[in-house]
């Protein structure tokens, strides 16, 4: 009961601090989110002050209920009630049409708007108990690795934030998928845990699979995700090849793979990701961070399958490696 009760009060805090306009960082299913007052330019700008994050990258907004989508899109679309229905609360993102009434801030300055709930029941007590919608990009610096732990917030953001409302190990690890819906037919702009497939079976044909996208959307940049290692992607087949490679470079080399190699090269550090997709979705932020803590300069990687969540994990690896949407990478 104390401990219900210590998790009341935190969340109430945190919910005044929001309307005061500071920043509260609190847990949600798929990363740790920097929240702000989403209708309060304020507190919007202190959110891009404290990742560094360019003004004209827009935020997530997260609400409580799909009814109200209303009050922040237009123009609302058939198949985005559909999502909701079947992904809401969920690691789910809609791209809409905007309100005019909606922040410069939280658009970068676009006619669409981001949106979604989220699925941790402490990030949904505290939309409740706040009252309004809030948005909350990642709470990392921008580009970097994405925070799944209070540990990981306060190391990286902590003197900028007024309460970290902790609610443990992100369960998913990885961030939302992402639907565009503000066009004639829906598109994937970022992969998740809610898959293609999954998709698919909700829209049916309707949707548009291709991943490039020329406008901007929360987590656009060709290089994100990335830890202060050089991220270096390989097949099983040539990793011992790029690990000679990268061990010629003089450089503090550390290996992240389902399996360990046949031949074992002395001065690299192993990170072991798990061989199931679920739960390398779940590792992998925990694990590039860890490199950053082991100091390491170069970090070669085994590209998980390229099926179910797997998709979204190489996306992720790409990006940490500065490589974009590209396949070219072994």
Partial sequence: MKQTSKISQDVNRAATLLKKGALVAFAT???YGLGADASNPQALKKVFAAKGRPSDHPLIVHISDASQLSLWAKNIPDDAWKLAKAFWP???????ERLPSVPDEVTGGLDTIALRIPKHPLALKLLNTFGSAIAAPSANRYGQVSPTSAQDVEEELGESISLILDG???????????????????????PGKITQEQLHSVLGNTLDTPLKAPKKYPGSKPSHYSPKAEVILSSWDNMEEKLEISLKAGKKVGLLSPHLP?????GVTYLSLTQDCE???????????????LRLELLVVVMPEDSGIGHAVRDRLRRAAGLGHTEDII
């Fill in 29 to 31: 299913e798929t990363v």
């Fill in 279 to 293: 739960e390398q979705a779940h590792q992998l932020y925990h694990l590039l961070r860890q490199a950053d803590h």
């Fill in 90 to 96: 969920g690691p789910l993102t809609l791209i809409l």
């Fill in 168 to 190: 443990g190990r992100c369960s998913v690890g990885i961030e939302s998928t992402i639907v565009d819906l503000s066009r004639a037919k829906p598109r994937v702009l970022r």
């Fill in 262 to 266: 046949n031949k074992l090269f002395n």
